[in-house]
């Protein structure tokens, strides 16, 4: 729904009394954005009062915030609900940047950020070393042959016999060593790879852990994703985007596709009610049906068990009773001039049907007398 609203943004009651309220919000250990009204603790739609943090329903509830206002004379409240300021005695919702740190808190404290996730760091276990190898060493055999004792046949010198065994059986050790260490060159070598490996990964998680893992996305930021909101990025359609400036883009032919989005506040002037205004609002003056709330009047439960409050006010607001504002006229002035595109109104009054705006541009989104 678009809302015609255009908060004040000059309200002279801040006075900076809202700090007391902002150091309610950030300072509560529990949530303080649900907390119920001080007088009839209802927790569904309440008020947190900037002069002294005090939290009362509003005018759709049972109005303890507007009694809370009459008598502390305390005029500036911000609603838990969707974080907009009311004064009271500008009888406005208000903007103004010295508002900024309470509405952060109240943003804060109703969608609290996710820490970030922080791994704990790998301590890196280093890979075992390979026990050496010891070959056993063969003793050399002992000579068991003797002398011959014979004086005509001689045997060769024992000595050399000894010597060349010793010979052959070291080489042969030294051959066997040989084998040995080219098998174990062999084991190593992949041992050695998985641990410049293990290496490279510590190393990487490293890298990781250094960088801080981002928060994960709010809704907000979900819901503005791909949208630049800087002017450099974005191709300036209306060059002077004032009141001003749009009323020469449209006589100069500029816009040749108008669609006009309407709401409650361009029938005002014609004397039927918006519905949240406090004071003059629609559900702010229906006391006089005895209702258990003011929003019963359309609820279809309600309607069945007691039908005459809401016919009471279609009488009131039937078609014949009232006449188009200017508003009206100007969307049927852009019809005729060829570019309006489409009006889409969430009235149900028919003004724009009356002033003439044909039907098949005209989207009625919540309904009408007229159908």
Not at 234 to 255: S, Y
Request: charged residues 25%; negative net charge; hydrophobic residues 30%.
């Amino acid at each position: 729904m678009v809302y015609a609203v255009e908060p004040r943004r000059d309200c002279p009651h801040l006075a900076g009394a809202f700090k007391i309220a902002t150091s309610l919000i950030t300072e509560s250990k529990t949530p303080y954005t649900s907390s119920p009204c001080q007088t009839c603790q209802d927790p569904t739609e309440n008020w947190l009062c900037l002069d002294c943090g005090t939290v009362n329903c509003s005018v759709f509830v049972n109005q303890h915030a507007k009694e809370h206002y009459t008598s502390t004379q305390h005029p500036v409240v911000v609603s838990f609900s969707d974080g907009s300021v009311w004064c009271y005695l500008c009888d406005s919702y208000i903007q103004h940047p010295s508002l900024t740190p309470l509405l952060q808190a109240l943003q804060n404290a109703k969608f609290p950020p996710a820490p970030a996730q922080q791994q704990p760091p790998q301590v890196h276990q280093p890979a075992p070393i390979p026990a050496p190898v010891v070959s056993p060493v063969t003793p050399p055999k002992k000579d068991t042959s003797t002398q011959s004792t014979s004086t005509s046949v001689t045997s060769p010198p024992p000595s050399d016999e000894k010597d060349e065994g010793k010979e052959e059986h070291v080489e042969a050790e030294k051959e066997k060593e040989k084998e040995r260490e080219k098998g174990e060159d062999k084991e190593e070598k992949p041992k050695e790879k998985e641990v410049e490996k293990e290496k490279e990964k510590d190393k990487g998680k490293e890298k990781d852990e250094s960088v801080p893992t981002p928060p994960p996305e709010t809704f907000l930021e979900k819901l503005f994703k791909g949208i630049s909101l800087s002017p450099s990025k974005r191709e300036k359609v209306i060059p002077d985007l004032t009141l001003e400036g749009v009323a020469q883009g449209i006589k100069e032919g500029k816009f040749k596709k108008i669609m006009v989005m309407t709401g409650a506040g361009i029938s005002v002037a014609a004397g039927i009610p918006d519905f949240r205004t406090p004071g003059t609002g629609l559900y702010d003056n229906l006391q006089k049906y005895n209702l258990p709330r003011p929003t019963a009047v359309f609820e279809i439960d309600y309607f069945k068990t007691n039908p005459k409050p809401f016919y009471l006010l279609a009488k009131e607001l039937y078609p014949g009773n009232f006449d188009p504002t200017h508003v009206h006229y100007f969307i049927k002035l852009l019809h005729d001039k060829g570019v309006l595109l489409r009006n889409f109104t969430q009235n149900i009054d028919t003004l724009e049907r009356v002033a003439g705006v044909p039907a098949e541009v005209l989207v009625e989104a919540h309904g009408s007398f007229g159908e």
